[in-house]
């Protein structure tokens, strides 16, 4: 079973960014929210390019998800590249008020500025930005104290673009996930899919968790730790496919259903029942 090219670029998502490019001019401040299972294929490569002299705040979340050891791995690698990173868990709201004084932070030099002008201080203007579904509006809500953006496990959810104040010092724009116009990168592409990243017109299903299970055994080789999801199903991977582990898995539990099989697959992994498993680490950099 091959994996066919994932490929997603909805109406709205175009309009989206349109539309945030020029409320870029009026922020002060970017928060990048990446998802810390997958940080890199998280990356907008057009990033850097509309922050121009903006001040970034890195956030990777769902460090839940991963283990610590991987988390501490990320963190030295961004320290060497000479970025500041904070892990989150906007859920929960473990890390976020680290976020806010960040931001707050990035924004006193704008004031300063000001000041010299003879201008009076005003709240500073921030922006998240981030793919579909990393928990950008999660991260929000934690920031408000309260749930005024809708939140959800899925991509697509926000679709506008909406400042909110957080307090006299800060105001946030929430905008909707922004991915790029063309995936050329398929392995950074199918991670994106498996974490749910992504819309899921953009793949198929049963071929997405047959390339997972693929990718798990390949892991499982330098991390382990990597192999203890295996005992959630019950069945053994040795000289199989992942093509062939989801018949098996079909066939004892879903009476044939493929696609019953790999939906529950996947959702298994994104709701952290599989463990915690990042798909990726630093470049160069090993974990375990």
């Known amino acids: 079973m091959s994996t066919p090219p994932i490929q997603w670029y909805p109406g709205h998502i175009a309009k989206a960014e349109k539309a945030l490019?020029?409320?870029l001019k009026k922020v002060d401040v970017v928060i990048e929210v990446?998802?810390?299972?997958?940080?890199?294929?998280?990356?907008?490569?057009?990033?850097?390019?509309?922050?121009?002299?903006?001040?970034?705040?890195?956030?990777?979340?769902?460090?839940?998800?991963?283990?610590?050891?991987?988390?501490?791995?990320?963190?030295?690698?961004f320290k060497a590249r000479?970025?500041?990173?904070?892990?989150?868990?906007a859920k929960q709201g473990k890390g976020v008020q680290a976020v806010?004084?960040?931001?707050?932070?990035?924004?006193?030099?704008?004031?300063a500025r000001r000041q010299q002008r003879g201008m009076k201080p005003r709240p500073v203007r921030a922006v998240v930005i981030g793919f579909p579904n990393v928990g950008k509006s999660a991260l929000i809500n934690r920031l408000l104290k309260?749930?005024?953006?809708?939140?959800?496990?899925?991509?697509?959810?926000?679709?506008?673009?909406?400042?909110?104040?957080?307090?006299?010092?800060?105001?946030?724009?929430?905008?909707?996930?922004?991915?790029?116009?063309?995936?050329?990168?398929?392995?950074a592409a199918l991670k994106l899919a498996i974490c749910e990243d992504i819309g899921e017109a953009a793949y198929d299903n049963q071929r997405v968790a047959a390339a997972?299970?693929?990718?798990?055994?390949q892991l499982e080789l330098s991390r382990p730790q990597c192999a203890n999801w295996k005992s959630r199903y019950e069945l053994e991977t040795d000289g199989l496919t992942g093509e062939s582990y989801l018949?098996?898995?079909?066939?004892?539990?879903?009476?044939?259903d493929m696609e019953r099989a790999a939906r529950q697959f996947l959702n298994d992994f994104r709701r952290g029942d599989l463990g915690k498993l990042s798909l990726e680490l630093p470049p160069l950099v090993h974990a375990d």
């Open 247 to 256: 018949v098996m898995l079909a066939e004892q539990q879903f009476q044939g």
């Open 100 to 111: 806010l004084r960040a931001a707050q932070a990035a924004g006193q030099n704008m004031n």
């Open 21 to 23: 490019l020029e409320q």
């Open 146 to 187: 309260r749930k005024i953006v809708t939140s959800a496990r899925r991509p697509g959810v926000t679709r506008q673009l909406r400042w909110v104040r957080i307090s006299d010092e800060i105001e946030l724009l929430d905008a909707p996930g922004i991915i790029p116009l063309q995936i050329e990168d398929q392995a």
């Open 212 to 217: 997972f299970v693929d990718l798990l055994k």
């Open 82 to 89: 000479g970025e500041t990173v904070y892990f989150t868990d």
């Open 34 to 77: 990446r998802d810390a299972r997958i940080p890199l294929a998280t990356h907008h490569p057009r990033i850097e390019s509309w922050l121009g002299s903006k001040s970034r705040v890195l956030v990777l979340n769902r460090v839940d998800m991963i283990m610590p050891e991987v988390r501490q791995a990320w963190q030295t690698w």
